[in-house]
């Protein structure tokens, strides 16, 4: 089945600086591709999401890239700023009729002021 | 307002015995989900169900039992709870089962077995 590995596990960044979290998935068929955070104690907020045919994507500060050759997704957080500091997933679907998401491990950013 | 509630919000319970985790989505949705997170494992897929319809099950053991009694409701039973069965549980909404994916999570249920 899918494997997704995500790196790095623990991220420190200056506030005002990048941060930028991989994931890499091994099922060619992957279709769907989503970042979420979470805060601590909290459930899970969907950051954005991307379908296959999508190489790059920006929202509110946020860059999803997609490499299907290399079977590599990327967010990349600009500006990071304190309220950025939870637990970033990554999270993958081939599709289908199950609906079942692929976590990475997640990554902690803790940013510092 | 919440769109996802999940109840409760934590559980202690001991081992052997039966609890029922709730959820319940008001975001129009036709599909749900059940997803587990531990300290040993990632997030993990439990179930999902399509207009009340059970699609996948990924867990090995009977002894979970999701249980739709409406369409915007996806409850969890666990039975014979072991402390292995400690973790919160995520219940998760999305439009339909097939594209575009995008799944939004409840609070959690913090579980912890005795």
């Known amino acids: 089945g899918e494997q997704v590995e995500q790196r790095p596990p623990h991220l420190s960044v200056r506030e005002g600086d990048s941060a930028i979290i991989i994931c890499t998935y091994t099922?060619?068929?992957?279709?769907?591709f989503s970042w979420y955070k979470q805060e601590a104690g909290a459930g899970l907020q969907l950051l954005m999401s991307?379908?296959?045919?999508?190489d790059r994507k920006e929202e509110q500060g946020l860059t999803v890239l997609l490499n299907k050759k290399d079977k590599r997704l990327s967010l990349n957080l600009t500006a990071a700023h304190p309220g950025d500091s939870a637990v970033y997933f990554c999270?993958?679907?081939?599709?289908?009729?199950?609906?079942?998401?692929?976590f990475g491990e997640g990554t902690q950013v803790t940013v510092i002021s | 307002d919440p769109k996802i509630i999940q109840k409760p919000k934590y559980l202690v319970a001991v081992t052997g015995s039966e609890k029922i985790l709730i959820c319940e989505q008001y975001?129009?949705?036709?599909?749900m989900y059940w997803y587990r997170q531990s300290a040993k494992k990632p997030l993990e897929f439990m179930f999902s169900?399509?207009?009340?319809?059970?699609?996948d099950n990924q867990t090995a053991s009977s002894r979970f039992q999701p249980q739709s009694s409406k369409k915007n409701h996806l409850d969890l039973q666990i039975t014979a709870l072991k402390p292995d069965d400690s973790a919160t549980y995520f219940c998760?909404?999305?439009?339909?089962?097939?594209?575009?994916?995008?799944?939004?999570f409840g609070p959690g249920t913090r579980l912890t077995v005795l």
């Open positions: 998760a909404s999305s439009q339909e089962d097939w594209g575009p994916y995008e799944q939004y």
């Open positions: 099922d060619s068929a992957t279709a769907y």
């Open positions: 991307v379908l296959s045919n999508v």
């Open positions: 169900y399509s207009y009340q319809k059970l699609m």
């Open positions: 975001l129009g949705h036709n599909a």
């Open positions: 999270a993958v679907t081939t599709g289908g009729l199950s609906g079942k998401l692929t």
